[in-house]
């Protein structure tokens, strides 16, 4: 059973540019979670969705950044116009159910904003 | 002020030594996550509890709910456990997170 897939590894984009991430949830998992990690900074909850639906997005900034999941495919975390505080990596996670259920943590995306 | 605190924030020691890692949290939750952190950056879930304590071969976690405090402990510490050592609650659907404590395990 293969663990929850992040892709790409690393991300480079140049100032102005859009940066999509991709996240595949482990088989049989169907809540995706997606997380950031700031230079020398703690993780932060950024937004947990369900297929097709945004369960909670009170972490994510207003403008420039948005998240699917959508009915197949990996979930997608998209960042338009990335400036240079964005660098950071972007770790996603999957459980099988909300609540009591434990979360899995893919390798994470490092973006480096130049 | 985090919702999640973490002492210490950095911890040396030489291999065989007992470790603990404290957690304190402010708020009710759900469940509290022990996670671990490699040098690469890949985060490996240690333990979810709720309740009482747990073991995983030389990890042992522990929560206290009506005290909202949580420890981790290593026995017979070894270098390759060198890593930051994440808590997390959980509370409805998202994970609140410590900032980490830095272990150094020495030879």
């Known amino acids: 059973n293969a663990g929850v897939m992040q892709n790409p590894r690393h991300l480079v984009r140049r100032r102005g540019q859009e940066a999509r991430l991709r996240c595949s949830p482990m088989?049989?998992?169907?809540?995706v979670y997606w997380y950031r990690q700031l230079p020398e900074e703690g993780l932060k909850f950024m937004v947990y969705?369900?297929?097709?639906?945004?369960?909670?997005e009170s972490g994510m900034p207003k403008e420039r950044f948005s998240a699917e999941f959508p009915k197949e495919g990996p979930s997608i975390l998209r960042i338009q116009q990335v400036v240079r505080g964005d660098s950071a990596a972007y770790f996603c996670a999957s459980s099988p159910r909300q609540g009591a259920g434990e979360q899995y943590f893919g390798p994470g995306t490092r973006l480096t904003v130049t | 002020k985090n919702e999640v605190e973490q002492s210490p924030q950095n911890l040396t020691a030489q291999e065989g030594e007992f470790i603990t890692i404290n957690c304190s949290y402010s708020v009710g939750i759900s469940a509290l996550h022990w996670l671990q952190q490699h040098p690469g950056g890949g985060i490996v879930s240690l333990f979810m509890l709720s309740s009482g304590k747990k073991k995983h071969g030389r990890l042992i976690a522990t929560i206290n709910i009506q005290e909202k405090h949580s420890s981790l402990h290593i026995t017979a510490s070894h270098p390759r456990d060198s890593a930051v050592y994440i808590c997390a609650t959980k509370g409805g659907s998202r994970l609140t997170f410590g900032e980490g404590t830095q272990l150094t395990v020495n030879p």
């Open positions: 969705l369900q297929k097709e639906n945004i369960i909670d």
């Open positions: 088989k049989g998992h169907s809540h």
